[in-house]
């Protein structure tokens, strides 16, 4: 029998399944071609992919505009495609999570097609409305891809809520039938074999409209409990709640080791920071590290043996991490490295997202280059508010989407042997020296090393387990922490500066065995060279605890 809890022991790799390799040249990734890298992914390690959104979409926000649960779109294949992926993958001992978008759906969808024809249609209280007047919102709320959240449909006379584009109605979890509706299709998809979900957005579900509380309305975890009963608990399945609203006090009720909500919680607390107090996230801010390290440590001790978290630096809605929290020039190479190290040395699942194990890096495009609705919306804003274009250039440079979002890098050879069409959006064109091709012939590439760190977690036990302390918490260059289960104990230390930074505590670890490091041999002399790291274990009673 395998555990319950796998998951806790395993890596999950994310997919944003148009940007990672197109197999019939129309410039879209797409099913085939995940298929066609199975095998790239069972030699880096990981036990699971979680796949973006690729049911039928209008893609107004690229798939996370749903309208229609059980088919995938075409851009993307067939079901048959994705019954493919499903056994393909599982044969390589890889599970597959669905991207489950619950939310809201696309207008497009047929529930929204009916709701909108009039107040007593079918499905009008699929979705949120409220009365109004033509060109009076019911409130302020606003849509987080800018202007309101509400929109007017003349023939019901009301407005309709979306939280995100206009596109994304919100949908009415209040409605039995709505949970019930959506319990079933989650059923349909888990007898087809997926291993799990993430389910986005998922804590503003709860929603009180009228009292303008959006995230973790009373109501959230009633209905994750109720949706466990029906479809999550008693299986193997992997849920993981995105929640950038999450607390480490509503982070134990997400993932109660119970069962009774979720597996896990994936969290933003440590993503949010480089940017001015109470602004955006385009008003940008360098990042205060001391924070940044207290942010991650207090998640570490506060989940430990009650929750569990989801570790990761990328995903597809922030930049590359080596270029947001190192260095992408000289240093990419180790500094990719050592966040790895530094990420995947904590308690709880990590999360590798496409390109992220060849140190890809953020882009600089042309404006009409940019495909992101995010960010094409807060240009246009921000452009008649006034702000100077090298300014909104700027944000976007550092904290566009879209960042994430460029191809895949295979290849040095014309875009990046992502495709042989023309890519729905440009190729990064450091593709020539940063691509897979080049890393799997390499011994000591980016992706060997995040191999190897993969393979850390399935041998020591104390990477799953261990309690978490935070070393030098004030220290401005160096992230080190200890791991102890038990008498075992291991070392983290991680410079994140272009300098050479003291690390004392390694004195007394020059016995210990080196498990893993980012320069041709381990640190020496209590010194951690710019963007060092290493992961060091000994037994207790040599650390003289
Ligand atoms: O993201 C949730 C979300 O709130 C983001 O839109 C976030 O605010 C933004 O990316 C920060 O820049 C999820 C998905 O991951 C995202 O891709 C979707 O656009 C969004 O939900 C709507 O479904
Ligand atoms: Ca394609």
């Given at each position: 029998m395998e555990s319950k809890a796998w998951w806790k022991k395993a890596v999950i790799y994310q997919i944003y399944p148009r940007s990672f390799y197109d197999s019939n040249g129309d410039g879209i990734g797409d099913l085939q071609g995940i298929v066609k890298k199975l095998d790239y992914l069972k030699e880096l390690g990981v036990d699971a992919v979680w796949l973006s959104p690729v049911y039928r979409s209008p893609q107004d926000d690229n798939g996370y505009d749903i309208s229609d649960y059980r088919d995938i779109d075409p851009i993307f294949g067939t079901l048959q495609d994705m019954d493919e992926l499903i056994f393909e993958a599982k044969k390589r001992g890889i599970r597959i999570i669905m991207d489950l978008v619950l939310n809201h759906t696309s207008d497009e969808h047929p529930w929204f097609q009916e709701a909108k024809k009039g107040r007593n249609h079918p499905y009008h209280d699929y979705y949120v409305w409220r009365d109004g007047k033509e060109g009076v919102c019911p409130n302020s709320l606003k849509s987080t891809f800018g202007g309101s959240a509400w929109e007017w449909v003349p023939e019901c006379g009301q407005y309709y809520l979306h939280q995100f584009s206009a596109k994304q109605p919100d949908l009415n979890w209040e409605n039995p039938k709505v949970r019930q509706e959506i319990y079933r299709m989650i059923q349909w998809w888990v007898n087809r074999g997926v291993g799990g979900f993430r389910l986005d957005v998922i804590d503003l579900i709860g929603k009180e409209t009228d009292a303008m509380v959006m995230a973790e309305g009373k109501m959230l975890h009633p209905y994750l409990k109720e949706m466990s009963r029906e479809v999550f608990r008693d299986s193997t399945l992997v849920t993981v709640g995105e929640a950038w609203s999450a607390t480490p006090e509503t982070a134990l009720l997400y993932s109660n080791p119970d069962g009774s909500e979720l597996s896990m919680v994936f969290q933003f607390e440590h993503m949010v920071l480089d940017q001015q107090k109470g602004k955006e996230k385009w008003d940008l801010a360098p990042l205060p590290f001391v924070e940044f390290k207290r942010t991650l440590a207090k998640w570490q001790e506060a989940l430990y043996k009650k929750g569990w978290n989801s570790l990761f630096?990328?995903?597809?809605?922030?930049?590359r991490s080596v270029s947001r929290f190192g260095d992408?020039?000289?240093?990419r190479e180790v500094c990719a490295k050592m966040l790895a190290t530094c990420l995947h040395g904590m308690q709880g699942t990590p999360y590798i997202y496409q390109g992220q194990e060849l140190g890809m890096t953020n882009v600089r495009l042309d404006i009409s280059d940019y495909r992101d609705i995010e960010l094409l919306n807060m240009y246009r804003e921000r452009m008649a508010a006034g702000y100077s274009r090298e300014e909104i250039m700027e944000s976007i440079y550092a904290k566009g989407r879209d960042n994430a979002r460029t191809p895949m890098q295979w290849t040095g050879e014309k875009n990046a042997g992502f495709t042989t069409g023309t890519p729905w959006i440009k190729v990064n064109p450091n593709c020539r020296q940063i691509n897979a091709a080049e890393a799997l012939a390499r011994e000591d590439s980016i992706y060997h090393y995040y191999q190897k760190l993969i393979r850390l977690r399935k041998t020591e036990d104390v990477l799953a387990e261990g309690k978490f302390e935070l070393l030098m918490p004030e220290d401005e260059a160096v992230f080190a922490y200890t791991r102890t289960e038990g008498s075992t104990c291991l070392l983290v230390a991680c410079n994140f500066t272009a300098q050479e930074a003291a690390c004392p505590v390694l004195k007394a670890w020059e016995q210990a065995k080196a498990l893993i490091y980012n320069y041709d041999g381990r640190p020496e002399h209590g010194k951690l060279r710019p963007y060092e790291a290493v992961i060091l274990k000994k037994a207790e009673r040599e650390t003289g605890l």
């Open positions: 630096f990328e995903n597809h809605d922030v930049p992408d020039g000289e240093y």
